[in-house]
């Protein structure tokens, strides 16, 4: 069974669609990419997803008994957010938030979990370090692992390489697949790193308008028109799912 499936969804603010016509489902264990050029509503359909924004028409179904606050979500961070002075544990910790109900408190399990998610992720010796104190790549780490302690399930992602150098970025993504294909949590991820996108992700959706519009396997993303001219105008290179 899908844990996700959309059907003709029109998607942007206000009643005024930004993008119309997608169609597609997410599987237990998958890895998704969405692509496409700024401003095609990538964002946009991921808030959908979460229910911070309402659709402008078309169904979204959550399958497998799938609920909207067991997903973890890392978004894209503004500067604001980079300079948050809070401990590294107090940030993952937050995670649990939504698990706690009407209690004032943290449980010993929520608390155990963060504690799990920091070592999982190489960070619990940086528990007491101030968040704003870290590297970019440290970071993301961080906001990782917070997003862990909502999910065991499905991570949702918004360019969450953007602003790292080189090496971070490829760390990062490595830390990403093996949390896919070790601990079978399914990923949706915008990315704007095409190239290494394609090397991790099971499946592409390609947003535009209704004619460059794609979803399905990276291997036929690769060979399609759409991902070929994408790929191209990109600076990418074709590349099979590393595994």
Known sequence: MSLITCRDL????DGRAVVSGLSFSVEKGDYLCIVGENGSGKSTLIKTLLGLLPAVSGEITFGDNLKRFEIGYLPQ??????DFPASVYEIVLSGCLNGCGFRPFYTKEQ???STGNMEKLGIADLAKRCYRELSGGQQQRVLLARALCATHR???LDEPTAGLDPNASADFYK???KLNLDDKITII??????????AHASHILHIG???SQFFGKTDE????DIGTSYICSCGGKHHERSN
Do not use: F, P, W
């Open 10 to 13: 029109s998607l942007g603010y």
């Open 111 to 113: 608390k155990k979990k």
């Open 175 to 177: 830390l990403v697949s």
């Open 154 to 156: 499905l991570l949702l």
């Open 189 to 198: 991820m915008i990315s704007h790193d095409v190239a290494t996108a394609l």
């Open 221 to 224: 993303y690769n060979k399609s």
């Open 209 to 211: 308008n209704s004619k």
């Open 77 to 82: 961070q503004t500067e604001a957010q980079k």
